[in-house]
C-alpha cells in the first residue's frame, strides 16, 4: 500500500508516522510545502518574544530523523498543485528546482491546514502573518532590522500571544481589534480583566475599530487615528485551506472546511483528511464545525491512520478547549460562551465564581474568576471559561472531562480533587460551581446576571449590597443600599417593599443573604458572581 | 427543629451552616471539644515550617463570626459525654469549668473527626501527633524551646508534610516508616523518586524499621538503633473516633467507623455521622471504606443538612483522591494502587509513562511519572497516580474526573485538554496514557512490567535497550543488548532467537520498535515505562 500525505505538521504527521506504526511494510511519502516538517507551531510566539531562545528547538522532527526512525519519505518545499481522484495521482511541484512530477496513491491523506485571513488593504502587501517557520524568520528579520513599534490585528489567542512577546522584545505594540473585548472566545465580562492585564503589560488596546491602510511605518485605523507600526502583524483568523481539496472535487461542508466522516474520510474513499483544513463534528449541536486546535489535529491524524488500515474508528465529537497565557494571567475555555448560545438560541444557564486558587491560608492564592454555562433542563455542562493567575488551566481541563463524561453541573460538586494547602481547596473551585449549579436548580439560589442589574433596577428593584461597609466604599452598584451581611438580620425592617437583588463581592454572601431573607420571608435574588462580575462586565 | 452538631471542624461546620442556608428558624448548636472550629487542619504541618507565617491565618473562622452570620450557638471546649438516643439528649462536660449538663437535640449530627493511633510504647506520652491546632501550639512550644533533632514516625502524607516542614525549621529530622517505601497510598516505583527528594532535601529515611521506645533526646528503633530526638512526632494512621457512637448504640461498620446510609443517617434515624469518623462506600466495590478526607467531609456536611430538611440525596461512592507536596515534587494519587488491587485479587492492567509538564520546546517543562490502572476486561479506571515537579496535581484531577464520568482507559485519548506551550502539550500526558491503554486493548502494543524483567531475563528473554548508546551508557538493564531505535531496521539480523523484551527511556521508542518487529514478523513486549519505571522500581 502507497500512502501519501499533504501536509507535514500537527495532523499529517501524527497520520504518518501512527501508520508506519500500523504497517512496516506501507510506502509513505509525506509532502510538505513549506521548509520544515512537525515545527512547533504553538511555540512561534514565545521565539520572537525570546521565550524559546533557540530556533531550533521549534524543530522538533527533521526530515532525516523521520527517515531514521519511521522511514518516511519527507519531502519539504514540494507543493501539491492538483489531485487526480480517477487516476489516484497527485502533481507535484518541487519548490526548490521548479520541476513538476506525478506521485500515486493507494490512499491519500490530505493535512493542508489553515491559511491566515489577511482582508484586502492597501499596502496589506507589508503586513505579516503568523503561521510558520519562515512567517517567524521574516518577522525576526524585521525585528533585527530595529523594528521599535508594531500594530498586532486581533486579539484572539495568537493575536494576544504575538502582542505579549513582542513586547517582551521592547516594542511599542497596539493590538487592534473589530470587537469591543479582548479574546473573543470569551465572554466580555470574562475578557475585560485581561485587557487590563493587556494594558498593564504596556499594549495599547485599539478596541471597536480595525485596519483601512497599511502604510510603511504606520497604519490607519477606520477612525481615522494612525498608529506607529515599523512591524504589522494580522491575526484574525484562519480559513481552511481546500483549494486542493476543491480541485479533487471533494464535498467542502458548510463552514468551509474539507467535509469528512466520523473516520476523516472524505467525499473519496481513497482520500482523508486532518487538521485545520477538515470539518469537525460539534460536541453540543452535532453540526460542522471548524476547531483550528492542535490537539484534535494530532488526534485525528492518529485516528485516520487506524482508518487506513481498516480499524474501526470514530472521532469523538469536539467539544474545543483552549488556552492562552495575558502576561500573568492565564485565560482559558472549553465548549460553548455564553455569546453563542444566545445567538444560536440555545436555552443556558450561566454562573460566575471568583474562589481562591488554593486554600487562602497558604501564602500565594490568587482568585480564579470561573464561569460555568450549562442547559437549564437536563442540567448538562455546555461550556466554561476561568481567568486567573494560577490553576486555570486545572480547572477548565477538570471541566472539560466532566462534559466528556456526561457529567452535569451539580455533579461537579461531587468532583474528589487533589486537596493539599498548595494545590486546592477542600472545596475546590469546580466543587463550588457544581454546588450552586445545584442550588440553582433545587431552587435554593435564584441569580439575576450582571447585565441584569440596571433593567431591575430602573423597574423598582432595589439592590441591596451585603459587603461590609468598607468594601461598599471601595466601589459600589449604584443605587446600592449597603446593610453588611451579619447585621442584616436585624435589619430587615429597613429592606422597601418591591424585588429585591442582594449582591456581595463574589456571590457566595449574597447567597447567604438570598436564603436568610427566604427564611424570614422575603424573596429576593442574588447577584450572581457579585460586584466582582458585574463590575468586570460593566468594563468590557 | 433543634439540630445539635458534635465537632466543629469541616463536616461539622459545613453541616451547621448549610443548615441555617436551608433553615432560617432551626436551633443550632455545634459542640466542640477542642479550642477552636473551622481550622485550617490541612494547614498545621506548613505552619510549624514558617510557610503559613500567622498563627491566624489557621483560624479559618470563630464562634463569633459564625453567631454573626449564621446564628449558629457555637461551643468550644465542650465535650460530648455520651449521648442518650431515647431521650435525644447529649450529655455535655464543659471543660473550662468542669460543669456537665444536657442538650437534647431533634437530629443530632456526629462530626467527631479521627484520632491519630499512637501505639503502647515505653515513654510514647512524650511523642506529640499532628492534628489540632493544639497540637501544633504544643509542637510549636518546642521548638522554640531550641529543638534541634526530630524523629517522625510514619510516611504517609501527613508524617512526610510534617518531616518536610521540620526540615524548613532546620531541624535534623529522621523518617522512621514500618514500611520499605515512602508514601504507602503510592506504589512502589512511583514513590521511589520521591525518597530521593527526601534525602535531597535533608531527611534521613530509616524505611523498615519501627519505634521501639520513645526517650527524652532520642528514640530506639527495632532495629536497635538509637536516633536523636528533641521531638517525636507521630503520624501512622488515624482511627475513626467513635466512642460517642458506641455509647450511643450506634451500628459500627466493618472498617471501625460509624455506619451511615446514602443520606448520611446513622442506625438511629435521628443520627447522622460526617467525616473521618464515618464509613464511605468505596467507588470500586461499593463496600465500607475509611477516607479521611477533607473535601468528603465537607461535601457529606453539606450532604447532611440536606437530608435533615428532607431533601434527597445520595453521597456518591468515594474514589479517593490526594495531593502531597514535597519539596520541589509533587505526588498525587485516585482510586486504588497497584497493592491493593493485587492484595484483593482484582484483574488490572498497569501502565506507566514519563512525558514533559508542558511542551519540551518551551522552557521549563519537567517529568511526570504518570501511571494508570485500569481494568483489562472492561477497561474502567480503578486508579492512578503521578510524580514530578509541575503539573502533577492537574493530571490526577482530570483522570479523577475521568473516573466519576465512568470514561474508560483509552478514553483518555479522546480528552481535549488546554494546550498552550505553556500549559501542556498537543497530546496532554493524560491522552498519552489514554494512547498506550487503547494499543494494549487492541493488541497494538503488549508491555511487561518493571518487576517482570528478570524472571524474563532468567527464562531466556533477550533485553533490547532501543536507545542511543550514549544513553545506554549511563545506566542499563543488566545483560541488555543495545540496538538504538533508529538502527533497528537494519540490524534485526543480530537479534537472537527466542522471547524479547524491547525498551527504551520511557516507553515510546520501544512501542515503535515493538511495532517495527511486529511488522518483520518478530514478537517482542516492550517494557511499561521503559528504564525509567524500571529503575525507579529497582530502586523501590
Known amino acids: 500500500m502507497k500512502v501519501v500525505v499533504i501536509g507535514g505538521v500537527a495532523g499529517g504527521m501524527s497520520a504518518a508516522t501512527r501508520l508506519r506504526r500500523l504497517d512496516e511494510r506501507a510506502e509513505i511519502v509525506v509532502l510538505e510545502r513549506g521548509a520544515h516538517v512537525s515545527y512547533a507551531n504553538c511555540g512561534l510566539p514565545y521565539f520572537l518574544g525570546g521565550v524559546i531562545e533557540e530556533r531550533d528547538a521549534l524543530l522538533v522532527q527533521t526530515p532525516e530523523a523521520l527517515r531514521a526512525r519511521f522511514r ?55 503586513a505579516f502573518t503568523l503561521r510558520d517557520v519562515s512567517d517567524t524568520d521574516r518577522i ?98 484562519v480559513r ?25 474520510r472524505t467525499s473519496d474513499p481513497a482520500v482523508y483528511a486532518v487538521g485545520d483544513a477538515a470539518e469537525k463534528r460539534d460536541g453540543l449541536t452535532g453540526e460542522s464545525t471548524l476547531v483550528p486546535l492542535a490537539n ?33 494571567h492565564t485565560a482559558a475555555a472549553t465548549g460553548w ?40 433542563t437536563d442540567l448538562r455542562i455546555l461550556g466554561a471559561q476561568a481567568v486567573g493567575a494560577d490553576g486555570v488551566d486545572k ?57 441584569e442589574v440596571s433593567a431591575l433596577r430602573d423597574a423598582g428593584a432595589t439592590v441591596v449590597d451585603v459587603r461590609t461597609a468598607a468594601e461598599h466604599a471601595r466601589g459600589a452598584i449604584p443605587g446600592a443600599v449597603n446593610i453588611p451581611l451579619d447585621e442584616l438580620r436585624e435589619r430587615t425592617a429597613e429592606l422597601p417593599d418591591g424585588d429585591l437583588v442582594v449582591h456581595c463581592q463574589v456571590g457566595l454572601r449574597g447567597h447567604t443573604a438570598l436564603r436568610l431573607l427566604a427564611g424570614l420571608g422575603r424573596d429576593a435574588a442574588n447577584l450572581d458572581g457579585g460586584y466582582a462580575t458585574w463590575s468586570a462586565g460593566r468594563a468590557a
Open 296 to 328: 484534535l489535529a494530532n488526534r485525528h491524524g492518529r485516528l485516520v491512520a487506524d482508518a487506513i488500515v481498516g480499524r474501526p474508528v470514530a472521532a469523538r465529537p469536539a467539544t474545543a478547549t483552549a488556552v492562552v497565557q495575558v502576561f500573568g
Open 140 to 237: 525576526a528579520a524585521r525585528l533585527d532590522a530595529g523594528a521599535r513599534t508594531a500594530v498586532v490585528v486581533g486579539a484572539g489567542f495568537i493575536g494576544v500571544e504575538a502582542a505579549e512577546n513582542l513586547r517582551r522584545r521592547g516594542l511599542d505594540v497596539t493590538l487592534v481589534e473589530l470587537g469591543e473585548q479582548v479574546l473573543p472566545p470569551l465572554d466580555p465580562e470574562m475578557a475585560a480583566p485581561l485587557a487590563d492585564e493587556l494594558r498593564a503589560g504596556g499594549v495599547r488596546l485599539a478596541l471597536g475599530t480595525q485596519l483601512k491602510e497599511v502604510r510603511a511605518h504606520d497604519v490607519v485605523l477606520d477612525d481615522g487615528r494612525t498608529v506607529p507600526a515599523d512591524l504589522v502583524l494580522i491575526a484574525i483568523g
Open 395 to 451: 480547572r477548565i481541563d477538570v471541566v472539560a472531562t466532566a462534559m466528556a463524561g456526561g457529567l452535569t453541573a451539580p455533579e461537579l460538586a461531587d468532583l474528589e480533587l487533589a486537596y493539599a494547602p498548595p494545590y486546592g481547596s477542600a472545596k475546590d473551585p469546580v466543587n463550588m460551581a457544581g454546588m450552586i449549579a445545584e442550588n440553582l436548580a433545587t431552587g435554593t439560589d435564584r441569580t439575576v446576571q450582571w447585565h
Open 240 to 264: 481552511p485551506d481546500v483549494a486542493l481539496a476543491r480541485s479533487a472535487g471533494l464535498t467542502i461542508g458548510p463552514r468551509g472546511g474539507i467535509a469528512v466522516d466520523e473516520s476523516g
Open 72 to 126: 518516511l519519505d519527507v519531502r519539504v518545499r514540494q507543493e501539491a498543485l492538483s489531485v487526480d481522484p480517477a487516476a489516484r495521482s497527485v502533481r507535484v511541484r518541487d519548490l526548490t528546482t521548479g520541476d513538476e512530477y506525478e506521485e500515486s496513491y493507494d490512499r491519500l491523506v490530505l493535512s493542508p491546514g489553515a491559511r491566515p485571513f489577511v482582508p484586502q488593504l492597501p499596502g496589506v502587501e507589508r
Open 337 to 376: 460562551n455564553e455569546k453563542r448560545l444566545r445567538a444560536a438560541g440555545r436555552p443556558y444557564q450561566a454562573l460566575h465564581l471568583h474562589p481562591g486558587s488554593h486554600a487562602g491560608y497558604y501564602p500565594g492564592a490568587s482568585p480564579i474568576a470561573l464561569k460555568v454555562l450549562y442547559d437549564p
